[in-house]
Protein backbone atom coordinates (compact mmCIF):
# COMPACT_ATOMS: atom_id res chain seq x y z
CA UNK A 1 0.00 0.00 0.00
CA UNK A 2 1.37 3.51 -0.74
CA UNK A 3 1.92 5.23 2.56
CA UNK A 4 -0.35 8.54 2.75
CA UNK A 5 1.42 11.70 2.18
CA UNK A 6 2.65 14.16 5.43
CA UNK A 7 2.79 17.68 3.91
CA UNK A 8 4.50 20.17 5.38
CA UNK A 9 2.01 22.22 6.59
CA UNK A 10 -1.27 22.07 7.18
CA UNK A 11 -3.11 25.29 8.28
CA UNK A 12 -3.70 25.45 12.14
CA UNK A 13 -7.67 25.57 13.08
CA UNK A 14 -9.19 25.91 15.79
CA UNK A 15 -12.63 24.59 18.11
CA UNK A 16 -14.60 28.06 17.68
CA UNK A 17 -13.34 29.20 14.34
CA UNK A 18 -16.69 28.84 13.05
CA UNK A 19 -18.79 30.05 15.85
CA UNK A 20 -16.50 32.93 15.81
CA UNK A 21 -16.84 33.76 12.14
CA UNK A 22 -20.73 33.33 12.21
CA UNK A 23 -20.89 35.91 15.65
CA UNK A 24 -18.67 38.49 13.49
CA UNK A 25 -21.28 38.11 10.20
CA UNK A 26 -24.44 38.12 12.57
CA UNK A 27 -23.07 41.23 14.46
CA UNK A 28 -22.45 43.23 11.34
CA UNK A 29 -19.05 44.49 11.89
CA UNK A 30 -16.89 43.39 9.69
CA UNK A 31 -14.61 45.83 9.06
CA UNK A 32 -11.54 46.34 11.12
CA UNK A 33 -11.21 47.22 14.44
CA UNK A 34 -14.27 45.53 16.09
CA UNK A 35 -14.99 42.92 18.67
CA UNK A 36 -12.66 40.18 18.02
CA UNK A 37 -9.70 42.53 16.66
CA UNK A 38 -10.18 44.14 20.19
CA UNK A 39 -9.97 40.15 21.97
CA UNK A 40 -6.85 39.43 19.69
CA UNK A 41 -4.84 42.66 20.62
CA UNK A 42 -5.65 42.00 24.33
CA UNK A 43 -4.20 38.29 23.82
CA UNK A 44 -1.55 39.38 21.94
CA UNK A 45 -0.98 42.48 24.68
CA UNK A 46 -0.82 39.72 27.54
CA UNK A 47 1.65 37.58 25.85
CA UNK A 48 4.12 40.91 24.94
CA UNK A 49 4.66 42.56 28.21
CA UNK A 50 2.18 44.65 27.87
CA UNK A 51 3.17 46.06 24.22
CA UNK A 52 0.90 48.06 22.23
CA UNK A 53 -0.51 45.51 19.29
CA UNK A 54 -2.19 47.02 15.81
CA UNK A 55 -3.41 44.03 14.07
CA UNK A 56 -2.48 44.50 10.08
CA UNK A 57 -3.77 42.45 7.22
CA UNK A 58 -0.15 40.77 6.86
CA UNK A 59 3.29 40.89 8.07
CA UNK A 60 4.53 42.61 5.12
CA UNK A 61 2.08 45.54 6.21
CA UNK A 62 3.14 45.48 9.33
CA UNK A 63 6.83 46.25 7.85
CA UNK A 64 5.69 48.93 5.60
CA UNK A 65 4.15 50.48 8.64
CA UNK A 66 7.37 50.44 10.52
CA UNK A 67 9.61 51.78 7.57
CA UNK A 68 6.97 54.84 7.51
CA UNK A 69 7.22 55.22 11.42
CA UNK A 70 10.91 55.32 11.01
CA UNK A 71 10.72 57.94 8.00
CA UNK A 72 13.43 56.18 6.18
CA UNK A 73 14.01 57.41 2.56
CA UNK A 74 16.46 57.69 -0.08
CA UNK A 75 20.00 58.02 1.39
CA UNK A 76 18.89 56.41 4.41
CA UNK A 77 20.89 51.79 5.34
CA UNK A 78 18.64 49.72 6.95
CA UNK A 79 20.39 46.70 8.14
CA UNK A 80 18.46 43.47 7.72
CA UNK A 81 20.07 39.56 7.21
CA UNK A 82 19.91 38.38 3.75
CA UNK A 83 18.54 35.45 5.19
CA UNK A 84 14.66 36.22 4.73
CA UNK A 85 11.73 36.56 3.38
CA UNK A 86 11.39 39.36 0.69
CA UNK A 87 9.00 41.60 2.65
CA UNK A 88 11.39 42.15 5.02
CA UNK A 89 13.59 43.83 2.58
CA UNK A 90 10.92 45.47 -0.05
CA UNK A 91 9.07 47.29 3.37
CA UNK A 92 12.05 50.05 3.21
CA UNK A 93 12.85 49.74 -0.34
CA UNK A 94 9.42 50.99 -1.27
CA UNK A 95 10.39 53.93 0.62
CA UNK A 96 13.48 54.53 -1.40
CA UNK A 97 15.62 53.16 1.73
CA UNK A 98 18.92 51.08 0.91
CA UNK A 99 18.47 47.42 2.13
CA UNK A 100 22.44 46.47 3.45
CA UNK A 101 22.71 42.66 3.83
CA UNK A 102 24.12 41.10 6.38
CA UNK A 103 25.62 37.90 7.23
CA UNK A 104 24.33 35.05 9.61
CA UNK A 105 25.50 32.59 12.09
CA UNK A 106 26.26 29.40 11.19
CA UNK A 107 24.35 27.72 14.20
CA UNK A 108 21.04 29.92 14.39
CA UNK A 109 20.82 31.13 11.10
CA UNK A 110 20.00 34.80 13.19
CA UNK A 111 21.96 38.12 11.98
CA UNK A 112 25.69 38.07 12.93
CA UNK A 113 26.42 40.83 15.30
CA UNK A 114 30.01 40.63 14.08
CA UNK A 115 28.89 41.48 10.44
CA UNK A 116 26.28 44.08 11.85
CA UNK A 117 29.10 46.32 13.18
CA UNK A 118 31.14 45.91 9.79
CA UNK A 119 28.38 47.12 7.85
CA UNK A 120 27.23 49.93 10.22
CA UNK A 121 28.13 53.19 7.99
CA UNK A 122 26.93 56.99 9.17
CA UNK A 123 23.81 56.52 6.74
CA UNK A 124 22.85 53.36 9.07
CA UNK A 125 19.13 54.06 10.69
CA UNK A 126 17.95 50.95 11.83
CA UNK A 127 18.54 47.48 12.03
CA UNK A 128 15.70 44.74 11.62
CA UNK A 129 16.58 41.19 13.39
CA UNK A 130 14.48 37.56 12.19
CA UNK A 131 14.46 35.55 14.86
CA UNK A 132 15.04 32.56 12.63
CA UNK A 133 12.19 29.50 12.75
CA UNK A 134 11.12 31.11 16.13
CA UNK A 135 14.89 30.75 17.97
CA UNK A 136 15.97 34.24 19.38
CA UNK A 137 18.75 36.36 17.74
CA UNK A 138 21.68 37.31 20.28
CA UNK A 139 19.91 40.65 20.99
CA UNK A 140 22.41 41.16 23.51
CA UNK A 141 25.37 41.97 21.33
CA UNK A 142 23.02 43.23 18.41
CA UNK A 143 21.51 45.59 21.11
CA UNK A 144 24.99 46.50 21.85
CA UNK A 145 25.60 47.57 18.20
CA UNK A 146 22.37 49.28 18.02
CA UNK A 147 23.42 51.63 20.90
CA UNK A 148 26.59 52.03 20.04
CA UNK A 149 25.78 53.64 16.76
CA UNK A 150 22.01 55.00 17.36
CA UNK A 151 20.30 52.23 15.24
CA UNK A 152 16.78 51.60 15.86
CA UNK A 153 15.86 47.73 16.27
CA UNK A 154 13.02 46.27 14.36
CA UNK A 155 12.18 42.30 14.64
CA UNK A 156 10.60 40.90 11.41
CA UNK A 157 9.01 38.26 14.68
CA UNK A 158 6.96 36.08 11.74
CA UNK A 159 8.09 32.79 13.21
CA UNK A 160 8.59 34.04 16.85
CA UNK A 161 5.83 34.78 18.95
CA UNK A 162 5.61 32.52 21.77
CA UNK A 163 9.26 32.34 21.73
CA UNK A 164 11.55 34.02 24.54
CA UNK A 165 15.00 35.35 25.01
CA UNK A 166 16.36 35.70 28.30
CA UNK A 167 12.77 34.66 29.79
CA UNK A 168 11.35 37.87 27.82
CA UNK A 169 8.99 37.97 24.33
CA UNK A 170 10.10 37.92 21.46
CA UNK A 171 8.19 40.46 19.69
CA UNK A 172 8.75 42.76 22.82
CA UNK A 173 12.60 43.20 22.78
CA UNK A 174 12.61 46.16 19.88
CA UNK A 175 10.93 49.41 19.38
CA UNK A 176 8.44 48.16 16.75
CA UNK A 177 8.34 44.31 15.87
CA UNK A 178 6.02 42.98 13.38
CA UNK A 179 3.59 39.60 13.45
CA UNK A 180 3.01 37.59 11.10
CA UNK A 181 -0.61 35.38 11.15
CA UNK A 182 -0.34 33.73 7.75
CA UNK A 183 -1.65 30.02 7.02
CA UNK A 184 2.13 28.94 6.94
CA UNK A 185 2.76 30.24 11.05
CA UNK A 186 1.65 28.80 13.93
CA UNK A 187 -1.46 30.78 14.36
CA UNK A 188 -3.20 32.25 11.55
CA UNK A 189 -6.21 33.48 9.80
CA UNK A 190 -4.47 32.44 6.14
CA UNK A 191 -3.85 35.98 6.36
CA UNK A 192 -2.89 38.37 8.89
CA UNK A 193 -0.65 40.21 10.91
CA UNK A 194 0.44 42.80 13.72
CA UNK A 195 2.70 45.40 14.60
CA UNK A 196 3.70 45.64 18.21
CA UNK A 197 4.51 48.89 19.26
CA UNK A 198 7.01 48.57 22.93
CA UNK A 199 8.18 52.60 22.58
CA UNK A 200 4.93 54.30 23.51
CA UNK A 201 5.64 57.70 21.98
CA UNK A 202 5.27 55.85 18.24
CA UNK A 203 1.97 54.85 19.19
CA UNK A 204 -0.84 57.32 18.47
CA UNK A 205 0.95 58.12 14.69
CA UNK A 206 0.89 53.97 13.88
CA UNK A 207 -2.79 54.40 14.51
CA UNK A 208 -3.12 56.96 12.23
CA UNK A 209 -0.86 55.61 9.99
CA UNK A 210 -2.91 52.16 9.54
CA UNK A 211 -6.22 54.28 9.04
CA UNK A 212 -5.17 55.63 5.72
CA UNK A 213 -3.63 59.06 7.61
CA UNK A 214 -6.40 59.89 9.58
CA UNK A 215 -7.48 60.37 12.53
CA UNK A 216 -10.23 57.75 12.35
CA UNK A 217 -8.67 55.89 15.69
CA UNK A 218 -9.35 58.78 18.02
CA UNK A 219 -12.36 59.44 16.33
CA UNK A 220 -14.11 56.12 17.03
CA UNK A 221 -12.75 56.24 21.01
CA UNK A 222 -14.60 59.51 21.60
CA UNK A 223 -11.33 61.89 21.82
CA UNK A 224 -12.14 64.24 18.51
CA UNK A 225 -15.59 65.09 17.37
CA UNK A 226 -14.31 64.42 13.48
CA UNK A 227 -11.70 62.63 11.76
CA UNK A 228 -9.59 64.35 9.10
CA UNK A 229 -6.02 63.57 7.33
CA UNK A 230 -3.33 64.29 9.07
CA UNK A 231 -0.27 62.19 7.81
CA UNK A 232 0.70 59.87 5.16
CA UNK A 233 -0.69 56.25 5.59
CA UNK A 234 -2.53 53.77 3.89
CA UNK A 235 -5.34 50.75 4.80
CA UNK A 236 -3.81 48.81 7.07
CA UNK A 237 -6.42 46.99 9.19
CA UNK A 238 -7.57 43.30 9.12
CA UNK A 239 -11.15 42.37 8.52
CA UNK A 240 -12.80 41.58 11.67
CA UNK A 241 -14.30 38.55 10.29
CA UNK A 242 -10.45 37.45 10.10
CA UNK A 243 -10.02 38.59 13.53
CA UNK A 244 -12.41 35.99 14.80
CA UNK A 245 -10.26 32.90 13.07
CA UNK A 246 -7.46 34.65 14.95
CA UNK A 247 -9.22 35.01 18.37
CA UNK A 248 -10.02 31.53 18.15
CA UNK A 249 -6.44 29.96 17.72
CA UNK A 250 -4.66 32.83 20.31
CA UNK A 251 -7.40 31.11 23.21
CA UNK A 252 -6.18 28.30 22.16
CA UNK A 253 -2.41 28.81 21.90
CA UNK A 254 -0.95 26.79 24.69
CA UNK A 255 -2.23 23.51 23.21
CA UNK A 256 -0.97 24.49 19.41
CA UNK A 257 2.19 25.28 21.28
CA UNK A 258 2.82 22.26 22.96
CA UNK A 259 1.62 19.97 20.07
CA UNK A 260 4.62 21.57 17.60
CA UNK A 261 7.13 21.31 20.82
CA UNK A 262 6.09 18.04 21.12
CA UNK A 263 7.19 17.10 17.63
CA UNK A 264 10.06 19.63 17.21
CA UNK A 265 11.71 17.60 20.82
CA UNK A 266 10.60 14.39 18.86
CA UNK A 267 12.92 15.05 15.47
CA UNK A 268 15.54 16.34 17.89
CA UNK A 269 15.91 13.26 19.56
CA UNK A 270 14.73 10.64 16.65
CA UNK A 271 16.93 12.07 14.60
CA UNK A 272 20.45 12.86 16.59
CA UNK A 273 21.89 9.44 16.06
CA UNK A 274 21.53 9.38 12.28
CA UNK A 275 22.70 13.25 12.12
CA UNK A 276 25.67 12.27 13.81
CA UNK A 277 26.54 9.41 12.17
CA UNK A 278 26.80 11.20 8.32
CA UNK A 279 27.43 14.74 8.85
CA UNK A 280 24.01 16.30 8.87
CA UNK A 281 23.33 19.11 11.97
CA UNK A 282 19.96 19.64 13.57
CA UNK A 283 18.73 23.29 14.98
CA UNK A 284 20.92 24.88 17.82
CA UNK A 285 19.11 26.54 20.64
CA UNK A 286 21.11 28.52 22.64
CA UNK A 287 21.10 28.55 26.63
CA UNK A 288 19.22 32.24 26.74
CA UNK A 289 16.34 31.18 24.39
CA UNK A 290 13.24 29.69 24.59
CA UNK A 291 11.85 28.63 20.80
CA UNK A 292 8.68 29.23 19.24
CA UNK A 293 8.67 25.59 17.68
CA UNK A 294 8.23 27.46 14.49
CA UNK A 295 10.22 24.87 11.91
CA UNK A 296 12.61 22.18 12.25
CA UNK A 297 15.61 22.28 9.76
CA UNK A 298 18.15 20.11 8.33
CA UNK A 299 21.43 21.12 6.87
CA UNK A 300 23.02 18.46 4.93
CA UNK A 301 26.71 18.25 4.15
CA UNK A 302 26.37 20.60 1.07
CA UNK A 303 23.65 21.48 -1.58
CA UNK A 304 23.70 18.39 -3.62
CA UNK A 305 22.78 15.93 -1.18
CA UNK A 306 19.86 18.69 -0.11
CA UNK A 307 18.47 18.24 -3.20
CA UNK A 308 19.08 14.75 -3.27
CA UNK A 309 17.22 14.54 0.23
CA UNK A 310 13.90 16.75 -0.50
CA UNK A 311 13.75 14.30 -3.45
CA UNK A 312 13.79 11.16 -1.72
CA UNK A 313 11.48 12.59 0.81
CA UNK A 314 9.01 13.92 -2.17
CA UNK A 315 9.52 9.95 -3.53
CA UNK A 316 8.37 8.99 0.32
CA UNK A 317 5.18 11.53 0.11
CA UNK A 318 6.99 13.93 2.16
CA UNK A 319 6.92 17.95 1.62
CA UNK A 320 10.46 18.95 2.95
CA UNK A 321 10.83 22.04 1.10
CA UNK A 322 13.93 24.50 1.24
CA UNK A 323 13.82 27.56 2.72
CA UNK A 324 14.97 30.96 1.71
CA UNK A 325 17.02 32.21 -1.13
CA UNK A 326 19.57 35.06 -0.67
CA UNK A 327 18.33 38.05 -0.82
CA UNK A 328 21.46 39.61 -2.63
CA UNK A 329 21.76 37.35 -4.99
CA UNK A 330 18.20 37.60 -6.25
CA UNK A 331 17.33 39.51 -9.58
CA UNK A 332 16.47 42.52 -7.36
CA UNK A 333 19.49 41.83 -4.96
CA UNK A 334 21.99 42.45 -7.63
CA UNK A 335 20.37 45.40 -9.11
CA UNK A 336 20.72 46.65 -5.87
CA UNK A 337 24.66 45.80 -6.14
CA UNK A 338 24.63 42.30 -4.95
CA UNK A 339 27.31 40.03 -5.66
CA UNK A 340 28.44 36.68 -4.68
CA UNK A 341 30.91 36.30 -1.39
CA UNK A 342 28.58 39.21 -0.02
CA UNK A 343 27.23 36.50 3.36
CA UNK A 344 29.12 33.83 2.60
CA UNK A 345 27.70 31.83 5.57
CA UNK A 346 23.75 33.23 4.30
CA UNK A 347 25.04 31.44 0.70
CA UNK A 348 25.82 27.84 2.77
CA UNK A 349 22.93 27.88 4.89
CA UNK A 350 20.56 28.58 2.58
CA UNK A 351 22.15 25.45 -0.27
CA UNK A 352 22.18 23.08 2.30
CA UNK A 353 18.78 23.74 4.22
CA UNK A 354 15.42 21.54 4.23
CA UNK A 355 12.49 21.92 6.61
CA UNK A 356 10.37 19.11 8.12
CA UNK A 357 6.73 18.65 8.42
CA UNK A 358 5.60 20.80 11.22
CA UNK A 359 1.99 21.56 12.37
CA UNK A 360 -0.36 21.14 15.02
CA UNK A 361 -2.13 18.78 13.43
CA UNK A 362 0.59 15.99 12.81
CA UNK A 363 -0.25 12.69 13.60
CA UNK A 364 2.11 10.49 15.58
CA UNK A 365 2.13 8.40 12.54
CA UNK A 366 3.05 11.06 10.12
CA UNK A 367 6.17 11.96 12.60
CA UNK A 368 6.72 8.07 12.38
CA UNK A 369 6.99 7.87 8.85
CA UNK A 370 8.97 11.81 8.91
CA UNK A 371 11.73 10.39 11.01
CA UNK A 372 11.72 6.54 9.18
CA UNK A 373 11.75 8.67 5.33
CA UNK A 374 15.13 11.11 7.01
CA UNK A 375 16.91 7.97 8.76
CA UNK A 376 16.58 5.97 5.19
CA UNK A 377 18.52 8.67 3.59
CA UNK A 378 22.14 8.63 3.47
CA UNK A 379 24.20 11.52 2.31
C1 LIG B 1 10.68 36.58 8.14
C2 LIG B 1 9.41 36.89 7.42
N1 LIG B 1 8.98 38.16 7.38
C3 LIG B 1 7.83 38.50 6.76
C4 LIG B 1 7.04 37.56 6.15
C5 LIG B 1 5.78 37.99 5.47
O1 LIG B 1 4.65 37.58 6.19
P1 LIG B 1 3.18 37.80 5.60
O2 LIG B 1 2.91 36.70 4.65
O3 LIG B 1 2.29 37.75 6.83
O4 LIG B 1 3.15 39.14 4.97
C6 LIG B 1 7.43 36.23 6.17
C7 LIG B 1 6.60 35.20 5.52
O5 LIG B 1 6.70 34.05 5.71
C8 LIG B 1 8.64 35.88 6.81
O6 LIG B 1 9.09 34.62 6.84
Excluded at 234 to 260: C, H, N
Aim: aromatic share 6%.
Amino acid sequence: MEPRPVPFNRPTTASRALDYVGEALAGGHLAGDGPFTDRCRQLLEERLDGARVLLTPSCTHALEMTALLLEVGPGDEVLMPSFTFVSTANAYVLRGATPVFVDIDPATGNLDPDDLARKVTPASRAVVVVHYAGIACDMARIGAVAERHGLVVVEDNAHGLFGTWRSRPLGALGAMATLSFHETKNVTCGEGGALVLSDPALVSRAEIIREKGTNRSQFIRGEVNRYAWMDVGSSYLLSDVLAGVLASQLEEADAIQESRRRTWCHYAEALAPWAASCGVILPTVPDDCGPAWHSFHLLLPDRAARDRCIGHLRDRGIGAPFHYLPLHLSDMGRRLGGHEGDCPVTEDFSARLLRLPLHHSLLDDEVDAVVAGVRAFRP
